[in-house]
Structure formats: structure tokens, C-alpha cells
């Protein structure tokens, strides 16, 4: 790897990232049950059926794995907090799960970890899932206890905090496409969670100030959209993608706004009076974050709005057969900084790539990672040329994983998991990175 700290600014931090769910156990420590738990117990929904209920036993492993974000001259690490560990039944304090996130943070700052705290990455207690989950206005009020209960404990020691990990995937993905927790396919239910996820973002961070907690944020995930050919009808099916992927979220989060060309197929199945929620959902946030992974192709598709479907790409492609366009992450920072964020500081909060590493006489090779990640940094690093507040970047993962749907064949991390043993082995690339981060100045 070329790039080395020293490439970028002194206030850059330079972090790695994880979820609950993925990496901690849900089987012990009082956690309740959540929907993954209930989806992957579903016949069809993940891959063998695997679930999370071990995972990598960061729970009981926590002080090892800190001791490679601190070996890998980490900065940060972004983690999340699991509901279903902190409230079991999605209301009722479990203090054993408090107790274990209390231990994770003054582990952290004992290794000179700034500890970036994202309250939701997808895990909702099955007893709210039963009340209808994100389909339920309700679930702004629970979120907002949740966010109140967390930040009561821990938030007098984090760096920072994020509502909700990934709107578009608690919403879309989860409620249209069927791929995630809860696994609905239902129009009407994925407008109802697209607004009640950006209303339970907007109603904590309304708590959460209240309690006097600062340095709060909002992350998003992005595709940068392509047109397929240079047809009226895929730009117009990109520009839906687009609005529907990237701009309603941030959009709605920053600017209290829905994109016009979203409302001829959202807009009868929204919550009624759902303008009215828009002021309590623009809430002000002190930095926001980017999850960026791909770009997509995008032409017009048969079949009922949205009527768009994705092409395949001409560009290598990651494990998870994502194209691999650092371009588009440069082009999402500037797009970012003109359109919504203007002098908010960016944190680009995941970036990463999936690999079917193997582990060999003790070595775990990885050129392939090491180079995306190059490759992005220096996209970053030409986005702050060009004048856009850019901050940190996160690599996802630390560790091998948890891929949700996809089981435990997709590999992410930095440091190789054996899911039978457990044993970890830093990778290639994290020696690459934790040699770039170490450079002298």
C-alpha cells in the first residue's frame, strides 16, 4: 500500500467497523430473540440456515479483538448496539447487556480507541417484530427508549453517535425486496418502514439531545447509479433508482424533503399525514456517515413501478459480485458535501471488500482487499482536494463474519475467522494497513 497517514490530514481518522449481530453471539449475555433469528430460522431465507446465536463470540472475545484494532494502529471502531441484548423484549432494560457494552468502551479508551457507537444495525426484538416492526409509528417512541436506555450508560464515553445503520436495508431491502429480516415483499409495508425509519432517527436524536449527548450523526448506505445505455427510458429508470437507493434517506434525514419522483408510486401507500412528520425527522446532526461499496447499471424493467432492473457491469467484481468503482465514492463525497451536507463533517463509516480468502500454512493472502482499499482511500484523498470535509474512513471488517443472508461464506474482514475453532489470523491487508497507519511522519 502507497498511501500512508501521512497522506491525509492530521484530524483524519482512520477506524474499522463491525455489527452486533455478526460478530458478538446472540445465544448468551440475556440477549433476546430478534427477527434474524426468527429469518434464519425460516427454510429458504440464509444460506445452510446459519444464523447468529455464535457468531464470532466477540462477546466473550472482546479484549482479543480490541488488541488487533489497537495492533492495526487503529484510530476508531464503529460498533453497534444490539436492542434485543439491551432490551429483550424491546422495552425492559436487561442491565447484563448494558454491563457487557459498559466493558466494551472502557476497553476501547484503555487502548486509546475512540469509541463510534451505531445504536441499530438491523437487530429488532421478535416482540416488536410481532407488533408489526417498522410498519408501526410506534417503533419512534420504542427507538427513542432504546437511544435513552444506551446513551444513559455509555454515552458520557463515545466519540460518537449514529442512529440507524443503513436505512435503505432496514426498509427496502428488508420489506420490498425480502431479502432481509423481516422478509416481507409488500409495497404498502416498505413505505410505511421507509418513513418510520427516518421518524425513529429524528425522534432519538430529539431524545438523545435532550440528554445533553453531542457529536450526533447519521449514516447512510450508497450506490453510485449508472444509466445502462443512453435511452430516455434507463436514465429515467436510473433517476428512480437513484431516488429510491441514495436521495430519499438523506434527503428526508437533512432537508425534510421526499423526492418528487418517488410520491406517483410511494405516495398512496405512505402513513397518512406523513408531511407532518418531516420537521421532527430534519432534525440537526453534527456529521454524517457514507457506507459505500459498488456502483449498479440501471435500465427500465417490466412490470409494476418501480419498474427498473439492474445490468451487469463490465468492471472485476468483488465475492459479493459488486462492481468495484472507487470513482463513484469521490463522486458520492462531492455530491454529498454540494447537495446536503455543505459544512458537515463526512465519515466515510464503511468501505470494504468481500473475498473467498483461505487460509494457508498459517496466511491468509489478500492482494485483492489491500488494493480496494488503496484505491478508495485515495478517492477520499482526492474528494478533500477538492475541498470536501472528509474525516475518517472505516474498513469493513475488522473480522470475518456473519454476512447475513449469505451466511458465513462471504469474507469481509481484515482478520480471518475460523468459524469452528474461532481462531483469528490478521490477513495480509491488515498487516498492509497497519504498516501505512504506523508510517512516520
Given at each position: 500500500?502507497?498511501?500512508?497517514?501521512?497522506?491525509?490530514?492530521?484530524?483524519?481518522?482512520?477506524?474499522?467497523?463491525t455489527?452486533?449481530?455478526?460478530?458478538?453471539?446472540?445465544?448468551?449475555?440475556g440477549?433476546?430473540?430478534?427477527?434474524?433469528?426468527?429469518f434464519a430460522?425460516?427454510?429458504?431465507n440464509?444460506v445452510?440456515?446459519?444464523d447468529?446465536?455464535?457468531?464470532c463470540?466477540?462477546?466473550?472475545?472482546?479484549?482479543?479483538?480490541?488488541d488487533?484494532?489497537?495492533?492495526?494502529?487503529?484510530?476508531a471502531y464503529?460498533?453497534?448496539t444490539?436492542?434485543?441484548?439491551v432490551?429483550?423484549d424491546?422495552?425492559?432494560?436487561?442491565?447484563e447487556?448494558?454491563?457487557f457494552y459498559?466493558?466494551?468502551?472502557?476497553?476501547?479508551?484503555?487502548?486509546?480507541?475512540?469509541p463510534?457507537?451505531?445504536?441499530y444495525?438491523?437487530?429488532?426484538?421478535?416482540a416488536l417484530?410481532?407488533?408489526?416492526?417498522?410498519?408501526?409509528?410506534d417503533i419512534?417512541?420504542?427507538?427513542?427508549?432504546?437511544?435513552?436506555?444506551?446513551?444513559?450508560?455509555?454515552?458520557?464515553r463515545?466519540?460518537?453517535?449514529?442512529?440507524?445503520n443503513?436505512?435503505w436495508?432496514?426498509?427496502?431491502?428488508?420489506?420490498?425486496?425480502?431479502?432481509?429480516?423481516?422478509?416481507?415483499?409488500?409495497?404498502?409495508?416498505?413505505?410505511?418502514?421507509?418513513h418510520?425509519?427516518?421518524?425513529a432517527?429524528?425522534?432519538?436524536?430529539?431524545?438523545?439531545?435532550a440528554?445533553g449527548?453531542?457529536?450526533?450523526?447519521?449514516?447512510?448506505?450508497?450506490?453510485?447509479?449508472?444509466?445502462?445505455?443512453?435511452?430516455?427510458?434507463?436514465?429515467?429508470?436510473?433517476?428512480r433508482y437513484?431516488?429510491?437507493?441514495?436521495?430519499y434517506?438523506?434527503?428526508?434525514?437533512?432537508?425534510?424533503?421526499?423526492?418528487?419522483?418517488?410520491?406517483?408510486?410511494?405516495?398512496?401507500?405512505?402513513?397518512?399525514?406523513?408531511?407532518?412528520?418531516m420537521?421532527?425527522?430534519?432534525?440537526?446532526?453534527?456529521?454524517?456517515?457514507?457506507?459505500?461499496?459498488?456502483?449498479?447499471?440501471?435500465?427500465?424493467?417490466?412490470?409494476p413501478?418501480?419498474?427498473?432492473?439492474?445490468v451487469?457491469?463490465?468492471?472485476?467484481?468483488?465475492?459479493?459480485?459488486?462492481?468495484?468503482?472507487?470513482?463513484?465514492?469521490?463522486?458520492?463525497?462531492?455530491?454529498?458535501?454540494?447537495?446536503h451536507?455543505?459544512?458537515?463533517?463526512?465519515?466515510?463509516?464503511?468501505?470494504?471488500?468481500a473475498?473467498?480468502?483461505?487460509l494457508?500454512?498459517?496466511?491468509?493472502?489478500?492482494?485483492?482487499r489491500?488494493?480496494?482499499?488503496?484505491?478508495?482511500?485515495?478517492?477520499?484523498?482526492?474528494?478533500?482536494?477538492?475541498?470536501?470535509?472528509v474525516r475518517g474512513?472505516f474498513?469493513?471488517?475488522?473480522?470475518?463474519?456473519?454476512?447475513?443472508?449469505?451466511?458465513?461464506?462471504?469474507?469481509?474482514?481484515?482478520?480471518?475467522v475460523?468459524?469452528?475453532s474461532?481462531?483469528?489470523?490478521p490477513?495480509s491487508?491488515?498487516?498492509?494497513?497497519?504498516?501505512?497507519?504506523?508510517?512516520a511522519p
Amino acid at each position: 500500500m502507497t498511501l500512508t497517514r501521512n497522506d491525509f490530514p492530521d484530524n483524519f481518522l482512520f477506524g474499522t467497523a463491525t455489527s452486533s449481530y455478526q460478530i458478538e453471539g446472540h445465544g448468551f449475555g440475556g440477549a433476546g430473540r430478534c427477527h434474524w433469528d426468527d429469518f434464519a430460522a425460516t427454510p429458504g431465507n440464509v444460506v445452510r440456515a446459519e444464523d447468529g446465536r455464535i457468531a464470532c463470540d466477540h462477546y466473550h472475545r472482546y479484549e482479543e479483538d480490541l488488541d488487533l484494532v489497537a495492533a492495526g494502529g487503529f484510530d476508531a471502531y464503529r460498533f453497534s448496539t444490539s436492542w434485543a441484548r439491551v432490551m429483550p423484549d424491546g422495552r425492559t432494560v436487561n442491565p447484563e447487556g448494558l454491563d457487557f457494552y459498559d466493558r466494551l468502551v472502557d476497553a476501547m479508551l484503555a487502548r486509546g480507541i475512540a469509541p463510534y457507537l451505531t445504536l441499530y444495525h438491523w437487530e429488532l426484538p421478535s416482540a416488536l417484530a410481532d407488533l408489526g416492526g417498522w410498519r408501526n409509528r410506534d417503533i419512534a417512541a420504542w427507538f427513542a427508549d432504546f437511544a435513552r436506555a444506551v446513551i444513559g450508560r455509555i454515552g458520557d464515553r463515545v466519540a460518537a453517535t449514529a442512529t440507524i445503520n443503513e436505512p435503505w436495508c432496514v426498509a427496502w431491502l428488508s420489506h420490498f425486496l425480502g431479502h432481509h429480516a423481516p422478509g416481507l415483499r409488500d409495497i404498502r409495508a416498505t413505505a410505511r418502514a421507509m418513513h418510520h425509519v427516518l421518524l425513529a432517527h429524528g425522534t432519538a436524536t430529539q431524545a438523545m439531545r435532550a440528554e445533553g449527548q453531542g457529536n450526533l450523526g447519521a449514516v447512510f448506505n450508497m450506490e453510485w447509479v449508472t444509466p445502462a445505455d443512453d435511452s430516455p427510458e434507463a436514465a429515467a429508470a436510473a433517476a428512480r433508482y437513484d431516488a429510491l437507493y441514495n436521495r430519499y434517506y438523506i434527503d428526508g434525514a437533512l432537508k425534510g424533503h421526499v423526492p418528487e419522483v418517488l410520491l406517483d408510486g410511494l405516495g398512496a401507500h405512505f402513513p397518512d399525514g406523513w408531511q407532518d412528520d418531516m420537521g421532527t425527522i430534519a432534525q440537526p446532526v453534527d456529521w454524517v456517515g457514507l457506507n459505500y461499496y459498488t456502483r449498479k447499471l440501471i435500465g427500465p424493467g417490466d412490470g409494476p413501478w418501480p419498474a427498473l432492473q439492474e445490468v451487469e457491469g463490465p468492471l472485476p467484481k468483488t465475492f459479493m459480485d459488486w462492481e468495484i468503482y472507487p470513482d463513484g465514492l469521490h463522486g458520492h463525497l462531492t455530491r454529498m458535501a454540494a447537495d446536503h451536507t455543505g459544512d458537515l463533517p463526512i465519515y466515510v463509516t464503511e468501505n470494504g471488500l468481500a473475498a473467498p480468502d483461505v487460509l494457508e500454512n498459517g496466511v491468509v493472502d489478500d492482494p485483492a482487499r489491500t488494493a480496494f482499499i488503496q484505491a478508495h482511500l485515495d478517492a477520499i484523498r482526492r474528494a478533500i482536494a477538492d475541498g470536501v470535509d472528509v474525516r475518517g474512513h472505516f474498513v469493513w471488517s475488522l473480522l470475518d463474519n456473519y454476512e447475513w443472508a449469505l451466511g458465513y461464506e462471504k469474507r469481509f474482514g481484515l482478520v480471518h475467522v475460523d468459524f469452528d475453532s474461532l481462531e483469528r489470523v490478521p490477513k495480509s491487508s491488515y498487516h498492509a494497513l497497519a504498516k501505512a497507519l504506523k508510517a512516520a511522519p
